[in-house]
């Protein structure tokens, strides 16, 4: 089954994004895979600690430089620390959280 997601227009500021909805329930499969470019490293911790595996696909220097100066060495640690769990893949464009079950693909950066 697909659907496609959309912030309704009645939507205020305290509600949960569909988008958020949509990755944490994926997330929480046993197996995740990350596709994204550009993706806050809060967030993709995140989602990442409720899976029981993951894998991250993205463009590591377009990644790197689209975060913050202050955000960089968190995300650099993060990196080092995560070798074996990240591939960089030069323009690489995609977004998708897949997991064994669903996924959810987009053009909405991940941050």
């Known amino acids: 089954m697909s659907r496609i997601l959309y912030h309704s227009l009645e939507r205020s500021s305290a509600d949960v994004s569909p988008f958020d909805r949509a990755i944490l329930t994926v997330a929480a499969q046993a197996n995740l895979r990350i596709v994204s470019p550009y993706i806050g490293i809060s967030y993709l911790e995140r989602i990442i600690e409720r899976a029981d595996d993951w894998f991250l696909v993205s463009d590591i220097e377009a990644w790197l430089s689209s975060l913050s100066f202050r955000a ?6 993060f990196i080092r620390s995560n070798l074996d769990k990240i591939h960089h893949c030069e323009g690489i464009h995609a977004k998708a ?15």
């Open 72 to 77: 960089r060495p968190k995300a650099w640690s």
């Open 97 to 111: 959280v897949i997991g064994n079950a669903s996924a959810m693909l987009g053009s909405a950066n991940l941050t």
